[in-house]
C-alpha cells in the first residue's frame, strides 16, 4: 500500500490511492493534460493545494468502475505504484518548482496516446522526453517497410503518425505541436486564380496532382517527397487510402460531388441553349454572363451542393473553408470560376486521371 503523506499543520491530508489512480487513468487515456496538471501548484495531489480529489469538480480525473476493473488500468496501477516510481511522484510534489515527470509513465502515457489517435498529446509528451523526432522517424521507418511489403494501410497509418507528430517550433508564447489547419491551407492552394480552367489544382498533371496532394494532406513536403521514388501505382493507392484516412465521412462529400457535376452540367447546357438561340454575334464569354444575369442562375448554388449547405451570402472562399473544414481532400478537385456577377467554386478533375473514379468522385464508365 501506498504510504499517506504525513500531515503537516494547516495542511491537508492526501489520499495516495486517489493520486495514484489519477496517474494511472490519465497515462491510459493517453491524456497529457491531465497528467501535467496532476503536478500543477493547484494540483489535487498537493498537499499545499486547496484542491480536493474527494470533490465532485475532479471526479474527471479519477477511473470509473469499469476502467478500474480493467486489465490494462490495473497494470498501469500497478507501475505507477511501483517503490521507484512512487517515490519520484511523492518527491516531485512535495517540491516547490515545476515538477520533473517520471519519465517511464510519460512514454507509456505517449504510446497510449498515439495508440488512441491523440496526436497532439503523444507530440507533447515525446517533446517533454527530448525523443519526438525519433518517434517521428521510428513511424516513418516504419511506413516505408510497409510501402515495400505492399501493406498500403499500414503504410499510411504510419506516415500520418508521423505527420501528426510534427513540432512548430515558432509558435507563440512556446512551441507547440503542428495542427493540420486546413482551411488556411486550402485557402493557400486556391489563393491565385487561374488564368484558364486548364491552369487549375485539379488539371495538374498526375505526378504533380499527387505530390500536392501529399504535401497538403500530409502537412509536411519532406514526407510527400519520400514517395517521390514509389511506382505510380503505388502512391495511387497510397493516396486513395490517405483520402479515406484523413476524411472517415469522405462517401457524403463524394455523393454530393457527383450531384454538383450534373448540377454544372445543366448550367452549362441552359447557357449553352440560350447562347444558340441568341440573335446576333459577340465575344461568347461576356454573352454568357449576361444569359446568366438574364436567366437568373445563381451558380453559387454548385458551391452549395457540394457544401451540403448554403452560407447566407457566402463568398467562394467561405464554401472553401467549410469544405477544407468537414472534407479536407474534396479541396483538392474543386476550382475557382468567375461566372456572371459571383464567383463560385466548381467541381473539376482530369477526364484521364483514374483518381476521380476510384473516390467515387464519378460514376464508373461502362466497360
Known amino acids: 500500500m501506498l504510504r499517506n503523506n504525513a500531515q503537516h499543520a494547516g495542511e491537508k491530508t492526501v489520499n495516495p490511492e486517489l493520486t495514484a489512480k489519477a496517474l494511472a487513468k490519465a497515462v491510459c487515456d493517453g491524456d497529457i493534460v491531465n497528467f501535467r496538471f496532476l503536478f500543477s501548484p493547484f494540483s489535487p495531489a498537493r ?6 480529489f474527494e470533490t465532485p469538480k475532479y471526479a474527471y480525473l479519477l477511473p ?12 498501469v496501477l500497478q507501475i505507477v505504484r511501483r517503490g521507484d516510481i512512487w517515490a519520484h511522484v511523492e518527491q516531485e510534489l512535495e517540491a516547490k518548482r515545476p515538477a520533473q515527470m517520471p519519465s517511464e509513465l510519460l512514454l507509456m502515457l505517449a504510446d497510449n496516446a498515439v495508440r488512441s489517435e491523440k496526436y497532439t498529446s503523444a507530440a507533447q509528451a515525446y517533446e517533454v522526453l527530448r525523443i519526438r523526432a525519433r518517434m517521428q522517424e521510428e513511424f516513418l521507418n516504419q511506413g516505408e517497410i510497409a510501402l515495400d511489403k505492399g501493406d498500403i494501410p499500414r503504410a499510411v497509418r504510419a506516415y500520418l503518425v508521423a505527420a501528426s507528430l510534427e513540432y512548430d517550433y515558432g509558435a507563440f508564447p512556446e512551441p507547440l505541436p503542428a495542427v493540420p489547419n486546413f482551411q488556411t491551407r486550402a485557402l493557400m492552394l486556391h489563393g491565385d486564380y487561374p488564368a484558364t480552367p486548364e491552369e487549375s489544382l485539379p488539371f495538374q498533371e498526375l505526378p504533380v496532382f499527387l505530390r500536392t496532394g501529399f504535401t497538403y494532406l500530409l502537412l509536411n513536403p519532406s514526407l510527400a517527397a519520400k ?7 503505388t502512391r495511387l493507392d497510397f493516396f486513395e487510402r490517405l483520402v479515406h484516412e484523413r476524411d472517415p465521412r469522405w462517401g457524403e462529400f463524394a455523393t454530393r460531388y457527383q450531384a454538383a457535376c450534373r448540377l454544372t ?3 452549362a447546357e441552359r447557357i449553352q441553349r440560350a447562347l444558340q438561340n441568341r440573335a446576333g454575334g459577340g465575344d461568347d464569354d461576356v454573352l454568357e454572363d449576361e444569359i446568366y444575369a438574364q436567366l437568373g442562375e445563381n451558380p453559387m448554388e454548385i458551391a452549395a451542393q457540394l457544401l451540403g449547405r448554403s452560407i447566407p451570402n457566402g463568398e467562394w472562399w467561405q464554401y472553401l473553408k467549410e469544405i477544407a473544414g468537414e472534407h479536407p481532400p474534396g479541396i483538392l478537385f474543386l476550382s475557382r470560376q468567375v461566372i456572371g456577377e459571383h464567383e463560385t ?3 473539376r478533375y482530369r477526364a484521364d486521371s483514374p483518381l476521380p473514379i476510384r473516390l467515387g468522385l464519378v460514376e464508373k464508365r461502362a466497360e
Request: hydrophobic share 25%; glycine share 0%.
Open 47 to 52: 498537499r499545499d493545494s486547496t484542491e480536493r
Open 64 to 75: 470509473d468502475t469499469e476502467m478500474e476493473h480493467s486489465d490494462t488500468f490495473r497494470a
Open 227 to 233: 514517395l517521390e521514388s514509389r511506382p505510380i501505382e
Open 265 to 267: 452540367q445543366e448550367f
Open 345 to 347: 467554386l466548381l467541381p
